[in-house]
Structure formats: structure tokens, C-alpha cells
């Protein structure tokens, strides 16, 4: 059995048993192998493989390079003496092989946080948030850091919304467990990474007060209220005022069983979308050019 390790979050890269590749955005076949690792969970038609990589290139050419892109797939991770099936292909599907024995960063999160779905963050046990911990950890950046590939636009942002959505779920736990420093350790990457996520300033103001801060958590008030007044022209909502209002009375704010979002998946239509768009964007230069040579006639 072929184990395959993949890191998908940060600087790609692949491990295949004991060797360790780095995927570049620049390389066609590593495009196309990263796009089959992030869906993996079903086949790709070959065409539709051929128009997102390569589709400016056009139909014929397009099927033409998949085909290499294939044949230098399986032959770049191909171990010394070994003829490992990366993929599974038929006339008209692509899939990475089902033998293959796949860890996943993306995979882990998806899967810790299905697994605390429905689940306030104080109220889950050990296990399940050690679960959690282990794959937000393995998340070392955006997906595919430093890819300006169409496809993986949308992903990405789902994705930092899933990470956002797990630490939101420890902060919380680390509440219920007294862990206060760990918990505003976690809040601060959260507004590293999105400084107008109301909720997160709030569950910050109920930590620091918590751990003995009540000038920091009142000083988190205002950071809150200052990003929003400048980026949304926007007041803190009435709980974060309330919140404000029990820490200055240096009164505990209660519990709060907070739920995070969970992103559409309706999303993962957008490559497909973002295509329709760049065809009907073509044909409406093309009139417009049409138009103008016309009315110059």
C-alpha cells in the first residue's frame, strides 16, 4: 500500500513513504495533482480537468497536456524500484487511486469539526477537542499559500472559515477548562487572520477578564469598536455592549453557547462559474468591439 501524506495548508507538499516533494503552482502536473487531492473524494471527468488547467489553450491541447501531466505524475512520485498507482483513470474519469493510504490536513479539519458539529465549544469532551487541536495545528497558512489558480479561490476562503469556525471551538473549551491564556492565544490568531470577527473580540473581553485582565478585557472592547467603526461604519452589537457593561460593573459575563457558521458548500461550483464568466465577459468584448468598429464605419 502506497501511504501519501499531503499538506495543502501553507507551502504545499507531498510525502510518499520517505520522500518529500513541493508542489509548484508553476507546474502544470502538480496543479493537477493538488486539485486532485483537494477533491478527492470523487473522479474528475477528464475534460472538465483539461478546460480549468489548461482551457485557454483549447479543447484539443488541452487533452493533449492532461495526458502528459498524467504520464509525469506517475512517473515523478514513483518510488526507487517501487511502481506505485498514484491514480486511478479510465477513457473519461480521474480519481487518485482508492488503495492509496491518504492523511490529509484539509481532510483532518473537515473531519474534526464534523465531529463537533452542532457541539458548543464548552461543552466538548477531551477527546473531541484534542482532535480538533491536532488538525488546526496542522494548518499552517492558507491553502495552497501563494496559488492564484481560479479553482482554489473559493476553497480557500471556505477553508480559513472552518479553521476560524475550530478555534472558535477552543477558545470556548478552554474557557470550560479554566485555560484562559491558551484560550486568548487562540483569539489572537483568529484576529490575525479576520480583526472585524466580532465574536471573537467578545469571547477575548470574557477571557481576559477571566484570567484576572479586566483593564485588557475592557481595552478589547475598544478594539473592537474601533475596527468597526473604521472598516464598517458600525457600532459593537448590543451583546458585546452588554459584555462591556458587565465587565465594567466587574461583574463574570455568563456562558455564552456559541454556534460559528458553518460555510456553504454551494461554493465549490465556482471554478465552474468563474469559466461561464470569463466566456460571457469574451463574447461582450467581442460586441462591444463589434459596435465600435461598426459606428466607426
Same mark, same amino acid.
Request: with cysteine; glycine share 6%; hydrophobic share 35%.
Given at each position: 500500500?502506497?501511504?501519501?501524506?499531503?499538506?495543502?495548508?501553507?507551502?504545499?507538499?507531498?510525502?510518499?513513504?520517505?520522500?518529500?516533494?513541493?508542489?509548484?503552482?508553476?507546474? %502544470?502536473?502538480? #496543479?493537477?495533482?493538488?486539485?486532485? /487531492?483537494?477533491?478527492?473524494?470523487?473522479? !474528475?471527468?477528464?475534460?472538465?480537468?483539461?478546460?480549468?488547467?489548461?482551457?485557454?489553450?483549447?479543447?484539443?491541447?488541452?487533452?493533449?497536456? +492532461?495526458?502528459?501531466?498524467?504520464?509525469?505524475?506517475?512517473?515523478?512520485?514513483?518510488?526507487?524500484?517501487?511502481?506505485?498507482?498514484?491514480?486511478?483513470?479510465? @477513457?473519461?474519469?480521474?480519481?487518485?487511486?482508492? &488503495?492509496?493510504?491518504?492523511?490529509?490536513?484539509?481532510?483532518?479539519?473537515?473531519?474534526?469539526?464534523?465531529?463537533?458539529?452542532?457541539?458548543?465549544?464548552?461543552? /466538548?469532551?477531551?477527546?473531541?477537542?484534542?482532535? /480538533?487541536?491536532?488538525?488546526?495545528?496542522? $494548518?499552517?497558512?492558507?491553502?495552497?499559500?501563494?496559488?492564484?489558480?481560479?479553482?482554489? /479561490?473559493?476553497?480557500?476562503?471556505?477553508?480559513?472559515?472552518?479553521?476560524? =469556525?475550530?478555534?472558535? %471551538?477552543?477558545?470556548?473549551? $478552554? #474557557?470550560?477548562?479554566?485555560?484562559?491564556?491558551?484560550?486568548?492565544?487562540?483569539?489572537?490568531?483568529?484576529?490575525?487572520?479576520?480583526? +472585524?470577527?466580532?465574536?471573537?473580540?467578545?469571547?477575548?473581553?470574557?477571557?481576559?477578564?477571566?484570567?484576572?485582565?479586566?483593564?485588557?478585557?475592557?481595552?478589547?472592547? #475598544?478594539? $473592537? @469598536?474601533?475596527?468597526?467603526?473604521?472598516?464598517?461604519?458600525?457600532?459593537? &452589537?448590543?451583546?458585546? !455592549?452588554?459584555?462591556?457593561?458587565?465587565?465594567?460593573?466587574?461583574?463574570?459575563?455568563?456562558?455564552?453557547?456559541? +454556534?460559528?457558521?458553518?460555510?456553504?458548500?454551494?461554493?465549490?461550483? +465556482?471554478?465552474?462559474?468563474?469559466?461561464?464568466?470569463?466566456?460571457?465577459?469574451?463574447?461582450? =468584448?467581442?460586441? $462591444?468591439?463589434?459596435?465600435?468598429?461598426?459606428?466607426?464605419?
Amino acid at each position: 500500500m502506497v501511504c501519501v501524506d499531503a499538506q495543502l495548508f501553507g507551502r504545499p507538499s507531498v510525502t510518499i513513504h520517505d520522500r518529500s516533494f513541493q508542489l509548484q503552482e508553476n507546474q %502544470k502536473s502538480h #496543479e493537477l495533482f493538488a486539485y486532485l /487531492l483537494l477533491y478527492s473524494e470523487k473522479p !474528475q471527468h477528464r475534460e472538465r480537468l483539461g478546460d480549468l488547467i489548461w482551457g485557454e489553450l483549447g479543447d484539443g491541447r488541452s487533452k493533449q497536456y +492532461l495526458r502528459k501531466a498524467l504520464w509525469q505524475l506517475n512517473n515523478s512520485f514513483k518510488e526507487a524500484g517501487e511502481q506505485p498507482d498514484l491514480l486511478a483513470a479510465d @477513457a473519461q474519469w480521474i480519481q487518485l487511486s482508492p &488503495s492509496l493510504q491518504l492523511s490529509l490536513d484539509i481532510r483532518e479539519l473537515e473531519a474534526a469539526l464534523h465531529a463537533t458539529q452542532n457541539v458548543p465549544g464548552n461543552m /466538548l469532551d477531551e477527546k473531541k477537542a484534542a482532535r /480538533l487541536r491536532q488538525a488546526t495545528a496542522r $494548518c499552517q497558512g492558507d491553502l495552497l499559500e501563494g496559488w492564484y489558480a481560479e479553482w482554489c /479561490l473559493y476553497e480557500r476562503e471556505r477553508l480559513q472559515q472552518l479553521y476560524l =469556525n475550530g478555534l472558535d %471551538k477552543l477558545m470556548h473549551y $478552554c #474557557e470550560s477548562t479554566g485555560s484562559y491564556e491558551l484560550g486568548i492565544a487562540y483569539g489572537h490568531i483568529i484576529l490575525r487572520h479576520d480583526y +472585524l470577527r466580532e465574536h471573537a473580540h467578545r469571547q477575548m473581553m470574557r477571557l481576559r477578564y477571566l484570567s484576572g485582565d479586566r483593564v485588557g478585557a475592557l481595552h478589547q472592547f #475598544e478594539d $473592537c @469598536a474601533a475596527a468597526l467603526a473604521k472598516e464598517l461604519s458600525i457600532r459593537p &452589537s448590543e451583546r458585546t !455592549q452588554q459584555i462591556y457593561q458587565q465587565i465594567l460593573s466587574d461583574q463574570a459575563p455568563p456562558l455564552d453557547n456559541y +454556534l460559528p457558521p458553518q460555510p456553504s458548500p454551494a461554493g465549490r461550483q +465556482l471554478p465552474h462559474l468563474l469559466r461561464e464568466a470569463k466566456q460571457l465577459t469574451a463574447r461582450l =468584448n467581442a460586441i $462591444c468591439d463589434q459596435i465600435a468598429a461598426e459606428t466607426n464605419l
